[in-house]
């Protein structure tokens, strides 16, 4: 484990009696609720500076949806455990200017919101939502309020953030590697990928839940380390943010386990502790705009 603190990027926290989650019904693993207590027994020995809380799919409909909700949700969860320094919620930006009311509230009543993600992995269409016109310009709206934008999709989908991040000015952050197809042994379109979207020096690149894309049971470090090393060839220690995903990575790994295999492979990859600091703690507090 690293003798520093880290700052852990990608927290859920959720409540299924303070807010509707359709996604999660009946899930053995996830439909029930999750607390930063939870997190907190969960994280055994690491010593966790900060958390960055990640929207958690709330449902919403078309004109709406629980963006304010969600943020007052995880402002108490913040008051029983302040290490919960950032928030990043979900908004329609698909609205484009007219999301403006939701982001300007966001960031006069609630000052820990650090960006956005709004998830197009599981929409209908995609494509069509990521590269439409309104969509481009709700995230280059973000601009405005100084935040960034969480980029959430499949490895199947990756071609569609390919076109989608020259088009975009603020600052972004492609979660948990793009979801790479390990199970498919997907090693070669990854360094591909990699190797396309890391010129664009806006986007960074956030090092969690390759355990959940690989065989979820029976996956090994060796079955990992090739997509750890290609996302440090692209990237490099500069743009590559640790997290750890609670709690998806539950159905793969826990997060003592995950670090210990991030440990092992920096060291194999033969990182210096000031770079294997900036991975674990340095980035996120940059590019989060933590103030720690």
Same mark, same amino acid.
């Given at each position: 484990?690293?003798?520093?603190?880290?700052?852990?990027?990608?927290?859920?926290?959720?409540?299924?009696?303070?807010?509707?989650?359709?996604?999660?019904?009946?899930?053995?693993?996830?439909?029930?609720?999750?607390?930063?207590?939870?997190?907190?027994?969960?994280?055994?020995?690491?010593?966790?500076?900060?958390?960055?809380?990640?929207?958690?799919?709330?449902?919403?409909?078309?004109?709406?949806?629980?963006?304010?909700?969600?943020?007052?949700?995880?402002?108490?969860?913040?008051?029983?455990?302040?290490?919960?320094?950032?928030?990043?919620?979900?908004?329609?930006?698909?609205?484009? =200017?007219? %999301?403006?009311?939701?982001?300007?509230?966001?960031?006069?009543? *609630?000052?820990?919101?650090? !960006? $956005? #993600?709004?998830?197009?992995?599981?929409?209908?269409?995609?494509?069509?939502?990521?590269?439409?016109?309104?969509?481009?310009?709700?995230?280059?709206?973000?601009?405005?309020?100084?935040?960034?934008?969480?980029?959430?999709?499949?490895?199947?989908?990756?071609?569609?953030?390919? =076109?989608? %991040?020259?088009?975009?000015?603020?600052?972004?952050?492609?979660? *948990?590697?793009?979801?790479? !197809? $390990? #199970?498919?042994?997907?090693?070669?379109?990854?360094?591909?990928?990699?190797?396309?979207?890391?010129?664009?020096?806006?986007?960074?690149?956030?090092?969690?839940?390759?355990?959940?894309?690989?065989?979820?049971?029976?996956?090994?470090?060796?079955?990992?380390?090739?997509?750890? =090393?290609?996302?440090?060839?692209?990237?490099?220690?500069?743009?590559?943010?640790?997290?750890?995903?609670?709690? $998806?990575?539950?159905?793969?790994?826990?997060?003592?386990?995950?670090?210990?295999?991030?440990?092992?492979?920096?060291?194999?990859?033969?990182?210096?502790?000031?770079?294997?600091?900036?991975?674990?703690?340095?980035?996120?507090?940059?590019?989060?705009?933590?103030?720690?």
């Amino acid at each position: 484990m690293p003798n520093f603190p880290i700052i852990d990027t990608h927290l859920h926290v959720w409540d299924q009696t303070r807010l509707k989650y359709s996604a999660f019904d009946g899930h053995p693993l996830y439909g029930h609720p999750y607390h930063v207590e939870d997190y907190q027994r969960d994280c055994g020995a690491l010593d966790i500076e900060a958390m960055v809380f990640l929207e958690c799919y709330c449902d919403f409909w078309e004109g709406g949806g629980q963006y304010i909700d969600e943020i007052l949700f995880v402002e108490d969860e913040a008051k029983r455990d302040p290490r919960i320094k950032g928030i990043v919620p979900m908004a329609p930006l698909e609205w484009g =200017e007219k %999301v403006r009311p939701i982001l300007t509230q966001m960031r006069d009543n *609630h000052p820990t919101v650090k !960006g $956005i #993600r709004r998830i197009v992995e599981f929409d209908a269409n995609p494509r069509a939502l990521t590269l439409s016109d309104d969509f481009v310009a709700g995230c280059n709206l973000l601009n405005d309020f100084g935040y960034s934008f969480d980029i959430n999709v499949h490895y199947t989908q990756m071609d569609i953030v390919r =076109e989608f %991040v020259p088009r975009v000015s603020c600052p972004l952050i492609l979660d *948990h590697c793009g979801k790479p !197809g $390990i #199970r498919q042994g997907a090693i070669d379109q990854y360094r591909d990928d990699m190797k396309v979207l890391s010129k664009h020096k806006n986007l960074w690149i956030k090092l969690s839940d390759l355990p959940v894309t690989a065989d979820l049971e029976n996956w090994t470090e060796d079955d990992l380390f090739p997509y750890i =090393e290609a996302t440090l060839d692209a990237f490099g220690p500069d743009r590559t943010i640790y997290a750890g995903d609670y709690p $998806i990575c539950l159905a793969a790994t826990t997060l003592t386990r995950w670090v210990d295999v991030l440990d092992r492979a920096f060291a194999k990859l033969g990182l210096s502790h000031g770079d294997t600091r900036k991975i674990y703690r340095d980035n996120a507090n940059a590019f989060y705009r933590l103030g720690l």
